[in-house]
T-cell receptor
Framework: SAVISQKPSRDICQRGTSLTIQCQVDSQVTMMFWYRQQPGQSLTLIATANQGSEATYESGFVIDKFPISRPNLTFSTLTVSNMSPEDSSIYLC????????????FGPGTRLTVL | GDSVTQMEGPVTLSEEAFLTINCTYTATGYPSLFWYVQYPGEGLQLLLK?????DKGSNKGFEATYRKETTSFHLEKGSVQVSDSAVYFC???????????????FGQGTELSVKP
């Protein structure tokens, strides 16, 4: 299985500021995914990040609010821009595996609180 | 579109009780099915998976069988422990790209609390 790390693990931010979350995978993967988990809720996919191309955003999520970078096959960042209290969530990244199948492994998440 | 529906929680059981968490899905293709577990304050961990009809996934005493005829993937465990207390998510993958992960669609999660 892939080992995924995220930084920061948690942060408290002020309204109107931006936060960049980093995701590092211990092996090369083509696709990485960013999910949001609002308090007490399930996970919702924000976008899919392929190396060397623009991220693909799900309905309700836009690049201006959640810009994503994917500079190489082991790393991605998600920025939460111009934050409001409604952005308080856990943000998780995941990646596919190189063995057969479509299993995704998740990072530990970044717990964001916006005041 | 594709979707996953789980039984609502919270579910409270006594230690050594039998556990069933229901999960049903709708999908246009032939998805893979997963159960993930989230322990308090932690990220998601893959618990088990099944990639085709009649497959049974199992891990740590948990089992789930991919039932295409009933579009279900119920999670079961014969004897739960206090350490099983967590939130359990059923999910499906709506797209399979060879050797890579597909987009996951999650159910709403079921909180399990096991009392000694």
């Amino acid at each position: 299985s892939a080992v995924i790390s995220q930084k920061p693990s948690r942060d408290i931010c002020q309204r109107g500021t931006s936060l960049t979350i980093q995701c590092q995978v211990d092996s090369q993967v083509t696709m990485m995914f960013w999910y949001r988990q609002q308090p007490g809720q399930s996970l919702t996919l924000i976008a899919t990040a392929n190396q060397g191309s623009e991220a693909t955003y799900e309905s309700g999520f836009v690049i201006d609010k959640f810009p994503i970078s994917r500079p190489n096959l082991t790393f991605s960042t998600l920025t939460v821009s111009n934050m409001s209290p409604e952005d308080s969530s856990i943000y998780l990244c995941s990646s596919g595996t190189h063995d057969r199948g479509d299993t995704q492994y998740f990072g530990p998440g970044t717990r964001l609180t916006v005041l | 579109g594709d979707s996953v529906t789980q039984m609502e929680g919270p579910v409270t059981l006594s230690e050594e009780a039998f556990l069933t968490i229901n999960c049903t899905y709708t999908a246009t293709g032939y998805p893979s099915l997963f159960w993930y577990v989230q322990y308090p304050g932690e990220g998601l961990q893959l618990l088990l998976k099944a990639t085709k009809a009649d497959d049974k996934g199992s891990n740590k005493g948990f089992e789930a069988t991919y039932r295409k005829e009933t579009t279900s993937f119920h999670l079961e465990k014969g004897s739960v422990q206090v350490s099983d207390s967590a939130v359990y998510f059923c999910a499906l993958s709506d797209r399979v790209i060879y050797n890579q992960g597909g987009k996951l669609i999650f159910g709403q999660g079921t909180e399990l609390s096991v009392k000694p």
